[in-house]
């Protein structure tokens, strides 16, 4: 049998996971239907936030990955970008100790220097008030794009070899990527949740999600609730997880 990658998650229930990412889509085709403005599905969108890190925190999931501004949402117009930043700025502000207070971990993921300062201090303001709290870890990604995170961890492995005299052994290039990712000591996600009927993953975890579980719900991400989250589990749990080997029966 070939052995479980290095850094995949070791859940002693395999069933349960420890590590959920999501693709939060349908907010704009939510508030579209409703005949409101774009920018009302996003500001449900975050309700479903709030609801779903509760829920997660309440069924064990340890780590959760949360796809809230990929690199390429900067084409969208230039109204809808400046709505955006004044919701995440007001989520930062309002929920950040709210968050504390429930004992949760905060990380921003992604390249943050195409962002204003302001917000740049409340995402650091967030993560360093609850650093050290041991709750859920809740992962934003703002500006995220794998493939720039895959890109960005080979170069600072390009200039590491470049200082040492040396490139990891091939045995241990993988591992050395891992480390190098902005989710470096982060579990990779065992499951995968798209909302809104979409089935790709949208340049969101690739390296991370090798392995990864997924599941397409045709729910519209302001919907999504608790129900819809345990479906999701219930789906996972139902799968035999084999990371290349034979099923059980098989071996």
């Given at each position: 049998m070939s052995a479980m990658p290095e850094n995949q998650t070791t859940n002693q229930n395999l069933n349960s996971p420890a590590h959920v990412a999501i693709i939060m889509d349908g907010n704009g085709r939510w508030a579209q239907s409703r005949g409101l403005p774009r920018t009302a599905g996003h500001k449900q969108g975050a309700e479903a936030v709030r609801r779903i890190v509760r829920a997660a925190g309440e069924r064990g999931v340890q780590y959760l990955t949360l796809f809230g501004f990929s690199s390429e949402n900067w084409?969208?117009?230039?109204?809808?970008?400046?709505?955006?930043?004044?919701?995440?700025?007001?989520y930062l502000r309002a929920e950040t100790a709210e968050l504390h207070k429930s004992n949760v971990r905060l990380r921003v993921i992604g390249e943050r220097s195409a962002f204003d300062d302001d917000i740049v201090q409340l995402i650091e303001n967030a993560e360093k008030l609850t650093e050290n709290n041991n709750?859920?870890?809740?992962?934003?990604?703002?500006?995220?794009?794998?493939?720039?995170?895959?890109?960005?961890a080979a170069r600072q492995l390009l200039l590491k070899a470049t200082s040492k005299g040396g490139v990891p052994a091939m045995k241990d290039m993988e591992k050395a990527i891992s480390a190098n990712l902005m989710t470096a000591g982060i579990p990779d996600p065992d499951l995968l949740i798209r909302t809104s009927g979409e089935k790709r993953i949208s340049n969101f975890l690739l390296w991370q999600c090798a392995y990864t579980e997924m599941v397409f719900?045709?729910?519209?991400?302001?919907?999504?609730?608790?129900?819809?989250?345990?479906?999701?589990?219930?789906?996972?749990?139902?799968?035999?997880?084999?990371?290349?080997?034979?099923s059980g029966s098989q071996c």
């Open positions: 084409s969208r117009p230039e109204s809808e970008i400046t709505e955006l930043m004044k919701l995440l700025r007001y709750g859920i870890t809740v992962i934003i990604a703002l500006n995220y794009g794998g493939r720039a995170d895959i890109a960005q719900t045709p729910a519209l991400w302001p919907d999504f609730d608790a129900n819809h989250f345990d479906k999701a589990l219930a789906e996972y749990a139902a799968r035999d997880r084999r990371f290349g080997a034979l």
